[in-house]
Structures are given as structure tokens and as C-alpha cells.
């Protein structure tokens, strides 16, 4: 029962550098999220997505771009990555009248 | 501007003692709560949740307590273990406004600390 999986869990990339973080569930969810904490600011939505094709900008958009092209896939892509993305990134998914459930979270480093 | 307010950073009790952790929300939209608990280097897990319908909601020694006109909840735990010690968050989001029922709106936690 694999649940909510990312990869990579811990990555370091230099300035500009592009990457796609990773996302899969196998619960069938029709709801899943990208969220990122920071240190003392609890979880900040980035995007989400209602249903394959569907995607939108959550609370802090700027720099990343999602996909869901499948129920169970919602990858995250960094375009140009900048220090104020160093973070760490959670993927959760859940159905109508469920709990979330995360993902273990990728701790991301731009240096 | 923050829907869902954690105003404890962190709160440290004896193990054996009630843990009572407070949460507010701005958004009368609001109609269904979550509490997560979350260790060092793991994603966030459901611990327990309450519908608007419901006043409280208990399960085991965790129990959820919802004030809708102060726009307030809590989360009790009795008795507190040590094992209890992580960063709690409070979520929130609309199940039956049509609205935004898709979204989970986080606040930004209470690190507690159950002291042996």
C-alpha cells in the first residue's frame, strides 16, 4: 500500500537549473496538491489539481509549473531555480470527503 | 492574509498531562477541519477531523473541539506521551459550499513537546 510517493527526497541544485519533482498515488484520488514549508510558516499551497487535465495556482505559483496529464501522476517543474525555493516540497492527495495524504517530501536546495 | 491562525509556535507539557492546542479561522466558508501531525524528515499525517455539524469529536485520546462563533477549534490530547512530541497543524477547507472544496488551507503549526 504505497499511499502518496515522491522522488527525489533530498536534491541540491546551482542557480537556474531546471528539475522535475516527482509525484504518484495509488489511491485513485481525483484531488492532489503541491505544498512547500518553509522554516516557522507552516504549508503554503503551490498548485493543485481537481482531476487529470485540470491544474491551478495556489497561494505561491511563481517559479513552478504542474501537469497531471494522468489520475495518478502530479509532477512539480522548477524552471529556473532560485535560493528562495530552497524548501521543502510535499505532494498530497486526497478525494472529496477525505483526509490528505502526503507524501515523505523532497528537501530541496538551490544553491 | 492567513485563513487558518496557529498563534502557538510551541507549547511544552508534562507527559501524563492534557495538551491543548488552539486554532482560529477567519473564513465562515470553512466547514470541515483537520489536525495533522508531523516528525522531523516525514510528511504530515491525519490525526483527527470534525464536520461543522459537530461540536466535538473524539478519538482515543485525541479529541476535537469546534467553536463555530468564535470560529475556534482545539485539539486535546489526554493523557500526553512523550511519542506525542511533533509540529501539529491545524487544516481547513469546504465540503458542501460548492466553493472552494477542493482546497486545504494550512496554518503554520505548534511544535509540542510531551516532557518525560
Known amino acids: 500500500n504505497a499511499g502518496v510517493t515522491q522522488t527525489p527526497k533530498f536534491r541540491i541544485l546551482k542557480i537556474g537549473q531546471s528539475m522535475t519533482l516527482q509525484c504518484t498515488q495509488d489511491?485513485?484520488?481525483?484531488?492532489m496538491y503541491w505544498y512547500r514549508q518553509d522554516p516557522g510558516m507552516g504549508l503554503k499551497l503551490i498548485y493543485y489539481?481537481?482531476?487529470?487535465?485540470?491544474?491551478d495556482k495556489g497561494e505561491v505559483p511563481n517559479g513552478y509549473n504542474v501537469s497531471r496529464s494522468t489520475t495518478e501522476d502530479f509532477p512539480l517543474r522548477l524552471e529556473l531555480a532560485a535560493p528562495s525555493q530552497t524548501s521543502v516540497y510535499f505532494c498530497?492527495?486526497?478525494?472529496?470527503?477525505?483526509?490528505?495524504?502526503f507524501g515523505q517530501g523532497t528537501r530541496l536546495t538551490v544553491v | 492574509d492567513q485563513q487558518v491562525k496557529q498563534n502557538s509556535p510551541s507549547l511544552s507539557v508534562q507527559e501524563g498531562r492534557i495538551s491543548i492546542l488552539n486554532c482560529d479561522y477567519t473564513?465562515?466558508?470553512?466547514?470541515?477541519f483537520l489536525w495533522y501531525k508531523k516528525y522531523p524528515a516525514e510528511g504530515p499525517t491525519f490525526l483527527i477531523s470534525?464536520?461543522?455539524?459537530?461540536d466535538k469529536n473524539e478519538d482515543g485520546r485525541f479529541t476535537v473541539f469546534l467553536n463555530k462563533s468564535a470560529k475556534h477549534l482545539s485539539l486535546h490530547i489526554v493523557p500526553s506521551q512523550p511519542g506525542d512530541s511533533a509540529v501539529y497543524f491545524c487544516?481547513?477547507?469546504?465540503?458542501?459550499?460548492?466553493?472552494?472544496?477542493?482546497?486545504?488551507?494550512f496554518g503554520k503549526g505548534t511544535l509540542l513537546t510531551v516532557n518525560p
Open positions: 498530497a492527495s486526497r478525494d472529496r470527503v477525505t483526509e490528505a495524504f
Open positions: 487544516a481547513a477547507t469546504t465540503l458542501n459550499s460548492g466553493g472552494s472544496n477542493y482546497k486545504l488551507t
Open positions: 470534525i464536520s461543522s455539524i459537530k
Open positions: 489511491m485513485n484520488h481525483n484531488y
Open positions: 473564513n465562515s466558508m470553512f466547514d470541515y
Open positions: 489539481s481537481v482531476g487529470a487535465g485540470i491544474t
